[in-house]
């Protein structure tokens, strides 16, 4: 009698539960507060229905509560069951998994992956091919989520220059098969970024910075400038990091400062205004926006053993600059917190970097006669000609 | 295979500053690296990944690259001389302020690129796209753009993106 009975509350509670847990995923907490509330209602009704009191009664309604809950469990099915705390970061072998779950094949959502699935090349993680027929060097696995292992060369050099259309070429097909498979597979070489090393450290800033400022002070200059403040202005607005092209900006403006020339430099507060900074005049207090230019000497590359004949001359480089400079001083008029006529955008011109001095004087000339040919020759200064 | 270009990075001194030429990288990928300011002449890429790389305010000088990939690269504020980009795919990159004197973009897409302020002279533009791609405030001096067959010549315009988007489409 009590057998039918205890297997009549024992069948009611689990389909109780069963219908619960399957309205609602199961938490900690909720199991928690599932088996309290069992307990509880077993606690009473053993009080009524039994003689049993105090402690025995306690542990005789909390085995039964125990046994009602998990008492049905063989342990190969307890790893899977929601109800169990601790159960929840199981993952099934694949022999168990059900292969209608989305999850299956899919690391991303916490299932294993195979090459061996629906939509799958089982030879995915082979080396690729090149369309041509030749065998291509294999890429390691690590690095060739980025285009799926695609590395045939698409064009045709047949000669038009419509022959060879992008989305045709199997190097753009962005999605391959086992990139469909997987959502995360871009990020795969991401988790295994290696730390850049060659990024710019606030150590270098800092020996920029003194060495600007010591170059300033043998110029003759004056200079009040805080580490904080040539910090903050070689900071990249983009990136908010240090980058070597902040940092020759910034030595730009701040010369500018140094010579008393403007006032309150920094970094203009609408972004799309790409200028490098703005600023006011020292007397006038008119607001204006610089632009620091320099220039590479191609001596650098022969030093190198580079050919360099090729190249274009020092001189069409610097009258391409001065030509282009005009063209930017337009670009950004009339945006929000932006320059208002091309009278407020100075061009700073540095060519420190040409080992040639006698050069100099021809790369100035050649700016200024691009700037006569664009139409406009103002808000133009030199840096380092001396 | 061997990643040659990484290796050059990876052999420069602590601050210096890559200096390469007279080189070709062959069916290489490029990954997570900070190059700014190089000055890169007579390259040849072939094949070549370049993802997640900063080469902000590099110079590029005689570069050919072909079959190449950017993804998350930055070519902000660089300079591009004689170059020639064929078959190849520009995407979520940064562009933003780099100028381009004598080139060509030959079958090239860029996707979500942003080519914002950047400046073209003597430039030409073969069956290239540009999709979903930032080209606002881009000037322009002697370009070319190839639509099919058909040849559109541009002296000079300082809202050349207006004219890409429309020119480049399904050419």
Not at chain 1, 2 to 20: A, D, H, N, P
Not at chain 1, 248 to 269: C, H, I, S, Y
Not at chain 2, 28 to 55: A, H, N, P
Request: aromatic residues 12%.
């Amino acid at each position: 009698m009590f057998g039918c009975y205890y297997t009549f509350l024992r069948w009611s509670i689990r389909t109780v539960l069963v219908g619960f847990l399957s309205t609602f995923p199961m938490s900690k907490r909720k199991n928690t507060v599932l088996f309290s509330i069992l307990f509880i209602f077993i606690f009473v009704y053993v009080g009524k229905n039994s003689d049993l009191r105090g402690t025995r009664r306690f542990f005789i309604s909390l085995k039964i509560t125990w046994i009602l809950m998990f008492g049905g469990l063989d342990s190969a099915n307890a790893k899977d069951n929601p109800i169990l705390p601790g159960a929840h970061g199981f993952k099934p072998p694949i022999s168990r998994l059900n292969r209608n779950n989305p999850r299956f094949n899919n690391p991303a959502l916490g299932g294993a992956r195979q090459n061996t699935g629906k939509g799958v090349s089982p030879g995915a993680n082979k080396p690729p091919r090149a369309l041509s027929g030749f065998r291509t060097p294999h890429k390691p696995v690590k690095k060739q989520g980025f285009y799926g292992g695609a590395t045939g060369f698409g064009g045709s050099s047949s000669g038009s220059p419509g022959d060879d259309s992008n989305p045709n070429n199997p190097r753009f097909n962005t999605k391959s098969s086992d990139q469909c498979q997987n959502p995360n597979y871009f990020n795969q070489a991401q988790k295994k970024k290696k730390k850049n090393s060659r990024q710019v450290s606030k150590k270098r800033v800092i020996e920029v910075y003194q060495d600007f400022m010591s170059k300033m002070k043998k110029k003759g200059y004056e200079v009040n400038i805080s580490e904080d403040r040539f910090l903050e202005l070689s900071t990249n607005p983009q990136t908010g990091k240090f980058d070597e092209k902040s940092i020759f900006e910034t030595e730009g403006g701040l010369e500018l400062e140094a010579k008393g020339m403007v006032k309150n430099l920094r970094r203009p507060d609408n972004p799309k205004v790409d200028l490098d900074f703005v600023a006011e005049r020292v007397g006038s207090g008119e607001t204006i926006f610089i632009d620091h230019k320099g220039m590479i000497d191609f001596g650098s590359l022969s030093d190198k053993g580079i050919d360099i004949s090729g190249f274009p001359s020092h001189e069409s480089v610097a009258f391409n600059m001065g030509k282009d400079s005009v063209d930017q001083k337009g670009k950004f008029i009339g945006m929000d917190q932006g320059p208002a006529s091309m009278g407020e955008v100075v061009h700073l011109y540095n060519f420190e970097n040409i080992r040639n001095r006698t050069e100099i004087p021809l790369l100035m000339q050649a700016v200024l006669n691009a700037a006569e040919q664009a139409g406009y020759m103002d808000g133009i200064i030199f840096l380092n000609y001396g | 295979m061997e990643n040659k270009f990484e290796r050059i990075i990876e052999n420069l001194e602590e601050e210096e500053t890559l200096t390469l030429g007279d080189q070709t990288f062959f069916n290489e990928m490029i990954l997570d690296e900070s190059i700014q300011c190089s000055i890169l002449g007579t390259l040849t890429f072939f094949e070549v990944d370049f993802k997640r790389v900063d080469f902000t305010g590099s110079t590029f000088v005689n570069c050919e690259f072909k079959n190449c990939r950017f993804k998350d690269v930055i070519l902000r504020k660089c300079e591009f001389w004689n170059l020639t980009f064929e078959n190849c795919q520009i995407e979520r990159s940064n562009l933003t302020r780099a100028n381009f004197h004598k080139g060509t973009f030959r079958n090239c897409i860029f996707i979500k690129a942003n080519l914002t302020a950047s400046n073209f002279s003597e430039f030409e533009f073969i069956k290239t796209k540009f999709n979903n791609s930032d080209l606002d405030l881009i000037g322009a001096r002697s370009i070319k753009v190839w639509k099919l067959n058909q040849c559109t010549e541009i002296e000079e315009s300082s809202n050349f993106g207006y004219l890409l988007e429309n020119m480049s489409c399904d050419g």
